[in-house]
């Protein structure tokens, strides 16, 4: 049984950084595009990040885009690395993955990942 398990969520201030993991269990990810989605209360879930195989390529929401690393160790983990955080960056972020590499179109399309994790609560205050 495939499982993807988050941590690294908490409360912080804004500016601070904070860093997010996700484990997979159930089979090996090296193959899959693994990423990250997050939902603040009352919105939509919305793309944050992904990762191809093997990191070759990485994809990032303009939200966060040069304030945000992902990375993962091509086994099991993906991880999200966040800077300058601010309150809008509130939200229960989500650990995803796929089989890959999928079309490079699609990574923020939270339908072509059929595995989700929990989610972390990440709070950012001002």
């Known amino acids: 049984q495939v499982q993807l398990v988050e941590s690294g969520g908490g409360l912080v201030q804004a500016g601070d950084s904070l860093k997010l993991s996700c484990t997979a269990s159930?089979?090996?990810?090296?193959?899959?595009?693994m990423g990250w989605f997050r939902q603040a209360p009352g919105r939509e879930r919305e793309f944050v990040a992904a990762?191809?195989?093997?990191?070759?390529?990485t994809y990032f929401a303009d939200s966060i885009k040069g304030r945000s690393g992902i990375s993962r160790d091509y086994v099991s983990s993906v991880y999200l690395e966040m800077n300058s955080l601010r309150p809008e960056d509130t939200a229960v972020y989500y650990c995803?993955?796929?089989?890959?590499?999928?079309?490079?179109?699609?990574?923020?399309?939270?339908?072509?990942?059929?595995?989700w994790g929990q989610g972390t609560q990440v709070s950012v205050s001002s």
């Open positions: 159930g089979r090996t990810f090296s193959d899959y595009d």
């Open positions: 995803v993955a796929r089989g890959g590499p999928g079309n490079y179109d699609s990574y923020s399309t939270a339908g072509e990942y059929p595995y």
């Open positions: 990762i191809s195989p093997f990191g070759r390529d």
